[in-house]
């Protein structure tokens, strides 16, 4: 079980069910929602000014890549410069209805992108992700 997940995401449907599939699998103790990066990175300002506990730093981040105010690639780019203390220490899963090749060929191309995975989030996708992260982490 993970303990902090962070769902970065601008549907309000999508983030119901993300929500509910990971404590329907009891996957991790703690859900964070943005709704777009801008809030997705305020988030990690009040993490590094100590407004938010350290212990709910995201170990994991489900990043949607269309969202108004900031998109997904936006905040990934900002969240890599801005906060490298913490970005070395979370684990990106795109998680996108995206049928954009070049969104495709991107998420390939960046190393420090876990995966890209079709929505909806489901146990299969689950499953994928936890095993995806242990063997990193065995390597």
């Known amino acids: 079980m993970f303990t902090t997940i962070f769902s970065i995401d601008d549907d309000p449907t999508t983030q119901f069910l993300n929500r509910y599939i990971l404590e329907s699998v009891h996957f991790c103790?703690?859900?964070i929602e943005a709704n777009n990066g801008e809030d997705a990175l305020s988030y990690y300002e009040e993490l590094e000014k100590g407004i938010i506990p350290?212990?709910?730093l995201p170990e994991i981040i489900l990043l949607d890549l269309n969202m108004?105010?900031?998109d997904g690639w936006e905040f990934f780019e900002l969240f890599k410069?801005?906060?490298p203390k913490f970005f070395e220490k979370t684990k990106v899963f795109v998680i996108s209805s995206t049928i954009n090749p070049d969104d495709n060929a991107k998420v390939k191309n960046e190393?420090?992108?876990e995966a890209i995975i079709?929505?909806?989030l489901d146990t299969e996708k689950l499953h994928f992700i936890k095993s995806a992260?242990?063997?990193k982490l065995s390597k």
Do not use: G, L
Request: glycine letters at 0%; charged letters at 30%.
């Open 54 to 56: 350290i212990e709910n």
């Open 118 to 120: 079709s929505k909806p």
């Open 133 to 135: 992260i242990e063997n």
């Open 68 to 70: 108004p105010v900031m």
């Open 81 to 83: 410069t801005r906060f």
């Open 111 to 113: 190393k420090n992108i």
């Open 29 to 31: 103790e703690h859900i």
